[in-house]
């Protein structure tokens, strides 16, 4: 609630509401007027008081020396709207004109009307005929279109050079498209415009004429009408030759409209003016890129002034400064031989501080291995030394020179040993690993854990024999050198390989240690009479024992030792599926196992691969 003005004795009250949005729906004479001149340009109805006074403002021609100079057969060659007398509305007369005039000529022109007035009417030679075959094409759309479409009243013609300097670009050209905006398919055809049209409204109007859609069809040139064929054949043969010959002036039409569009291009002064305009923004841009360049390189010219002068003075200030550090050698250099002169000095006035001849010699080369080590500052101290202590102060200087000396040498040889171990030690790791069985082993298990296929394969198979192989010192093993000896060892005679000489001396262990175990003596009794001969091991006749089948039974399904399925493995690559009598070369390359161990050891393996896989498709 609020109060009032000061003199008012009233009160005013505010009561607050919310806002409610709602439809309104437009309508009434008013709203239509409104929305008729927004979308159509004009009022409707003003546009059809405007054509009613407009009807009624037409006037038709009666030409009748021209209708009588008219011939029925020729009716093609007539000009349709001259024979109705509108021939000055042409294409714009509307339908309501065509049929207004139509009536009026056969009010006036019946042969009925003229034979009543006395005049003379031949029924099949008279003009009468014209007229409603003028109405006829006229009055039907389809007809209509097709006999405009070839108007001979509408300049088709192109300008030339001459006449566009002469009555202008924009009066010659704005003709020329106004007269074949007609034939557009699209309505709302843009106009050429003026000298102060925009870009985009000159952009617009010629990508509109550049893919201009054309109407216009030339079926009434047709040399023969269709209905006039005697069958169907001829009927379809004239058919597809008024459609070639209406194709190919269509092409040609459209080939006028294009070159028109291309002369007006070419002429146009606003195309020109653009396209300078576009020039000068290309020089300007080409320019300020060049001013860029020059810019650039100037500032990369002054930095390198820059950079060199700084170089200059940098290289002035370390030739000074070279050159002071080697006046200050130049000075040591001259105060060390001074020095080294007053000590040979007051070493010679003290005799060398020496008891006898051959202590002189050698204190007199001990101070010149003195002169040779001590610096500047030394010198002054030793001088004063032996100023004041005289001998002993010689004989303590001789001594710290050969200690000095001494630790140069014993440095000296320790860093020439420590570099002669590091070549040893290099020299040792680029020397190749021997291959022991231990490790031929593992190779061949290796290769077996890791078949063909497996991404980077001896590169692992390398890793592997790394982590699990005994070294005596840092070298391992690489991908090359374990491929290699996997090439030798496939290539190699297995049978007599160090591995099976290895398995030999095993199995004559084990043999060994059964033959310990064993309790029963031999009896003869339990001999059959035809035992064969016993077989050579190792080239040792094995003796039949009581109880020896039992022990050949046990000792077939006794289970595979490591090496014996490295033996079978690597036996089983040596000799492929092609080799006649291939188990018992396999056989004979194992030690204590039959063919028949060795054929069913081989299957066991091959079940176990089959049922991996299947576990390994189930999991997948």
């Known amino acids: 609630m609020t109060e009032g003005e000061p003199g008012n004795n009233c009160r005013v009250v505010a009561i607050p509401c919310s806002f409610v949005k709602r439809k309104v729906e437009c309508a009434g004479g008013a709203f239509l007027k409104y929305y008729n001149v927004k979308c159509h340009g004009e009022d409707t109805s003003l546009l059809a008081s405007k054509s009613k006074d407009k009807a009624e403002g037409v006037i038709f021609e009666d030409d009748v020396d021209y209708l009588r100079s008219l011939d029925p057969k020729e009716w093609k060659k007539q000009d349709h709207y001259a024979v109705l007398g509108i021939k000055n509305l042409r294409y ?65 013609s192109i300008p030339s050079t001459s006449e566009i300097k002469k009555d202008g670009f924009f009066k010659m050209f704005g003709k020329c ?100 305009e576009d020039k000068d923004k290309k020089l300007a841009a080409k320019r300020a890129r060049q001013d860029a360049v020059q810019a650039k390189k100037a ?3 002054r930095l390198i002034k820059e950079a060199q002068l700084a170089k200059q003075k940098a290289d002035e200030a370390e030739r000074a400064r070279l050159e002071v550090a080697r006046a200050e050698r130049e000075i040591q250099k001259k105060n060390l031989r001074k020095e080294r002169k007053s000590l040979r000095d007051v070493c010679k006035a003290n005799n060398y501080y020496a008891t006898d001849e051959n202590e002189t010699v050698a204190h007199m080369a001990a101070v010149e291995k003195i002169c040779e080590m001590l610096k500047l500052n030394e010198f002054q101290d030793l001088i004063k030394d032996l100023e004041s202590n005289g001998r002993d102060a010689f004989i303590k200087a001789v001594k710290e020179s050969e200690e000095k000396l001494e630790a140069e040498r014993r440095a000296l040889f320790e860093t020439k040993k420590a570099e002669e171990q590091k070549a040893k030690k290099t020299a040792a790791l680029k020397a190749p ?5 231990e490790m031929t082993q593992l190779l061949i ?63 004559f262990d084990q043999f060994e240690k059964d033959k ?49 399925q490295e033996l079978l493995e690597q036996a089983i690559k040596t000799f492929p599926a092609s080799t006649p009598e291939r188990w018992d070369k396999i056989a004979a390359c194992i030690p204590n196992r039959s063919k028949k161990a060795c054929m069913k050891r081989y299957k066991e393996l091959v079940e176990l691969v089959k049922a991996k896989k299947q576990a390994a498709n189930i999991v997948k």
Not at 130 to 147: D, M
Not at 451 to 467: E, I, K, M, S, Y
Not at 548 to 555: G, L, R, V
């Open 92 to 156: 714009k007369a509307t339908d309501d004109d065509i049929k207004r005039a139509y009536r009026q000529k056969v009010l006036k022109h019946h042969p009925d009307k003229r034979k009543a007035q006395g005049e003379e009417v031949r029924s099949d030679d008279d003009y009468f005929t014209c007229i409603t075959k003028a109405y006829e094409i006229l009055g039907t759309p389809k007809s209509r279109r097709s006999y405009d479409s070839v108007d001979p009243e509408v300049d088709d």
């Open 177 to 276: 498209f106004e007269i074949n905006a007609r034939w557009s398919e699209r309505k709302n055809v843009p106009l050429l415009g003026d000298e102060d049209s925009p870009r985009e409204f000159v952009e617009k109007f010629y990508s509109f004429w550049y893919e201009f859609d054309s109407w216009r069809e030339f079926s009434y040139l047709d040399e023969e009408e269709k209905e006039k064929g005697s069958d169907r054949e001829e009927r379809r043969w004239i058919e597809k030759q008024n459609k070639v010959a209406r194709a190919k002036l269509k092409k040609e039409e459209m080939a006028r409209v294009r070159s028109l569009v291309d002369l007006a291009y070419a002429n146009d002064p606003r195309i020109q003016r653009f396209k300078q």
């Open 299 to 301: 500032e990369e010219e």
């Open 433 to 437: 690993i021997e291959w022991s069985v």
């Open 445 to 507: 298990k290796a290769v077996n854990l890791f078949p063909a296929g497996t991404n980077q394969r001896w590169d692992v198979v390398a890793n592997f024999l790394n982590q699990h192989g005994t070294f005596t010192d840092d070298r391992r093993f690489n991908a090359k050198e374990v491929l290699n000896k996997a090439k030798d060892l496939q290539s190699s005679d297995f049978s007599k390989s160090s591995l099976k000489k290895a398995a030999n001396e095993e199995a």
């Open 516 to 564: 310990k175990k064993v309790v029963n003596v031999v009896d003869d009794s339990g001999i059959s009479q035809n035992d064969v001969v016993p077989k050579l091991v190792n080239g040792t006749a094995k003796p039949k024992i009581n109880g020896d089948i039992k022990e050949k039974e046990s000792k077939e399904d006794r289970p595979w030792t490591k090496t014996e």
